[in-house]
């Protein structure tokens, strides 16, 4: 199964990016869909999640206010407008789909690739 992310680039502080992911039907319309970010060194983490209902959370707290995340059930993408971007927002940033356990915590099940997002002072 592959999930294709796409939108992520070089941006300067304060500016937005749109991160899409586009997963097969079969997978999409089952699955929670999240994004998960990960700096060099550290491990993965959990940005936000969208159900099949469109129910969100989002789990880091930094992120909140800032960014949206939206699936789009016709095009079977999910995306995450990203705003007011800071240098601490720089990371490879990932598309999982899978379950929720719980009200708050994800397992994932298929992962893309990757995107790398780069905010600058």
Same mark, same amino acid.
């Given at each position: %199964?592959?999930? !294709?992310?796409?939108?992520?680039?070089?941006? @300067?502080?304060? =500016?937005?990016? &749109?991160?899409?992911? /586009?997963?097969?039907?079969? %997978?999409?319309? !089952?699955?929670?869909?999240?994004?998960?970010? @990960?700096?060099? =060194?550290?491990? &993965?983490?959990?940005? /936000?999640?969208?159900?099949?209902?469109?129910?969100?959370?989002?789990?880091?707290?930094?992120?909140?206010?800032?960014?949206?995340?939206?699936?789009?059930? /016709?095009?079977?993408?999910?995306?995450?407008?990203?705003?007011?971007?800071?240098?601490?927002?720089?990371?490879?940033?990932?598309?999982?789909?899978?379950?929720?356990?719980?009200?708050?915590?994800?397992?994932?099940?298929?992962?893309?690739?990757?995107?790398?997002?780069?905010?600058?002072?």
């Amino acid at each position: %199964v592959q999930l !294709v992310e796409s939108g992520g680039g070089l941006v @300067q502080a304060g =500016g937005s990016l &749109r991160l899409a992911c /586009a997963a097969p039907g079969t %997978v999409f319309s !089952v699955n929670v869909m999240a994004w998960y970010r @990960q700096v060099p =060194g550290k491990p &993965r983490v959990l940005v /936000a999640t969208i159900t099949t209902g469109g129910s969100t959370t989002y789990a880091d707290s930094s992120v909140k206010g800032r960014f949206t995340i939206s699936r789009d059930n /016709a095009k079977n993408t999910v995306y995450l407008q990203m705003n007011s971007l800071k240098p601490e927002d720089t990371a490879v940033y990932y598309c999982a789909a899978g379950v929720m356990i719980g009200l708050r915590a994800f397992r994932s099940d298929y992962w893309g690739q990757g995107t790398q997002v780069t905010v600058s002072s």
